[in-house]
C-alpha cells in the first residue's frame, strides 16, 4: 500500500502538491468514491480525476526530463479558459503518463521550463524545502542605485510576505536600460517583477536562464523542446536523492519472457 499522492506523482498524474490540491478540492475518486489525502492505495483500483479514469502502468516508464524554451504569449495551463495558446499543445506525446511542469512563467516572461513525466521529481525540484536556485536575466527600465540593489539582497515586503534576491550580477547595457542576472530559491506568483517594483524600477524583458542545473540552450530557439539523454536524468535523480530504477515497460515484458 502506497499514500494516494505518492503513487499518483510516480505516476506522472501531477506533482505531490497539485495532486494534494485536487484531493482537498474532492476532484480525485477510487473505485467511485472520493479519495481524502493520505487515503492508501494498492495499484488495482480505478482511480479517477474529475470523472475521466485514468490509465495507470502497472510498470512505471523510464523517468523523462524536458526543457522546452517558453516564448512571450504562452501560458503554463492544460485548459485556458480564454483558448490561448498553451505550452503543453507544443511538447511531445508520451505513451505512459504526461508531462508534469516544474515550476511556470507568466505570459510576458520566456525562457527556460522543465517538464518530467515523474511527479516526485517534480515535487523535489518545486518544494521551498529544497532551495532549488532559479536564475533569471532581467532587463529594467530606470536608474538602480547601489542601495537598491543592496535592499534587494536584503530583503522587501511584499504583500505575501518578506523576499529577497540570493545574487544580483550587473550584465550591462546602455542608458536607462540596463541588464541583471538575478538568482532566487522560491517559484512565488510574479516574484521577480515585483521586488523590482517595490523598489521603483521596471521591468522591461524577463527571461528565466536557469533552474537548477539545467541551463536554457542558446541554441534552443522559442517554442522548441529537447529531451535529455538518460544519463543527464540519472545525475539528476541522484543529486535529488531518487532512485531510477524504472524501466520501460517493453523491456520489464522482455525480462519476463526469458526468465520464463
Not at 494516494?4 to 506522472?12: E, F, P, R, V
Amino acid at each position: 500500500m502506497e499514500r494516494i499522492q505518492k503513487y499518483l506523482a510516480s505516476q506522472g498524474a501531477g506533482s505531490r502538491r497539485q495532486i494534494d490540491s485536487l484531493l482537498q478540492q474532492g476532484r480525485i475518486s477510487v473505485n467511485g468514491k472520493p479519495a481524502k489525502p493520505g487515503d492508501q492505495v494498492a495499484g488495482g483500483e480505478k482511480i479517477a480525476i474529475d470523472g475521466k479514469l485514468l490509465r495507470l502502468q502497472r510498470h512505471l516508464a523510464r523517468p523523462k526530463i524536458l526543457i522546452y524554451h517558453k516564448p512571450v504569449g504562452q501560458v503554463c495551463t492544460r485548459a485556458d479558459p480564454d483558448g490561448r495558446d498553451d505550452v503543453y499543445q507544443h511538447l511531445p506525446g508520451l505513451q505512459h503518463g504526461r508531462w508534469v511542469g516544474i515550476g511556470r512563467l507568466d505570459i510576458n516572461t520566456s525562457g527556460l521550463l522543465l517538464f518530467t513525466n515523474d511527479g516526485e521529481l517534480a515535487n523535489r525540484l518545486m518544494h521551498p524545502s529544497y532551495e532549488v536556485e532559479r536564475e533569471y536575466a532581467v532587463r529594467v527600465h530606470g536608474e538602480v542605485s547601489p542601495a537598491m540593489l543592496q535592499q534587494l539582497r536584503d530583503g522587501v515586503e511584499l504583500d505575501d510576505g518578506p523576499a529577497h534576491f540570493d545574487d544580483i550580477i550587473d550584465s550591462g547595457g546602455s542608458g536607462t536600460n540596463h541588464w541583471y542576472h538575478v538568482v532566487l530559491k522560491e517559484g512565488r506568483n510574479r516574484e521577480v517583477r515585483r521586488l523590482w517594483e517595490a523598489v521603483g524600477v521596471e521591468v522591461s524583458r524577463l527571461v528565466r536562464v536557469r533552474y537548477d542545473e539545467f541551463s536554457l540552450p542558446k541554441w534552443l530557439k522559442p517554442g522548441k523542446y529537447r529531451l535529455l539523454d538518460e544519463e543527464v536524468v540519472d545525475r539528476a535523480y541522484r543529486r535529488l536523492g531518487l532512485k531510477t530504477s524504472r524501466k520501460s515497460p517493453r523491456k520489464a515484458a522482455h525480462r519476463r519472457r526469458k526468465t520464463r
